[in-house]
């Protein structure tokens, strides 16, 4: 099992950065870690991943130049930069662990929620105009 605790969430205005954190515990610690959010009314959206070694990253085009993924092993923490951010950017963040998905697989150009297997309780995000 690995448990998942994120934090950071806040209501911001178009253009703020916004630093996210993922807290991992459990086993299996070092495993792909990614971000999804979901909008109200709308379906869950892969945002990024990076590897467990933290050397390979994949991001959404949508975020792509203004969001960071990084990872911090020894505090088993994953942070999600986000900068100039945009008020159809406001959405509940999930932060989400793959026992399966590896940097070398052909899923890894364009992950989906199916390729995750532990999921955290979500952050709000709000952004305002």
């Known amino acids: 099992q690995v448990q998942l605790v994120e934090s950071g969430g806040a209501l911001v205005q178009a253009g703020d950065s916004l630093r996210l954190s993922c807290a991992a515990s459990?086993?299996?610690?070092?495993?792909?870690k990614g971000w999804f959010r979901q909008a109200p009314g709308k379906e869950r959206e892969f945002v990024a991943a990076i590897s467990g070694g933290g050397g390979y990253t994949v991001y959404a085009d949508s975020v792509k130049g203004r969001f960071a993924i990084s990872r911090d092993n020894a505090k088993n923490t994953v942070y999600l930069q986000m900068n100039n951010l945009k008020p159809e950017e406001t959405a509940v963040y999930y932060c989400a662990a793959s026992l399966r998905l590896q940097s070398f697989n052909s899923a890894w150009s364009a992950p989906k929620s199916d390729d995750f297997d532990y999921w955290g309780q979500g952050t709000q995000v709000t952004v305002s105009s």
């Open positions: 459990g086993r299996a610690l070092s495993t792909t």
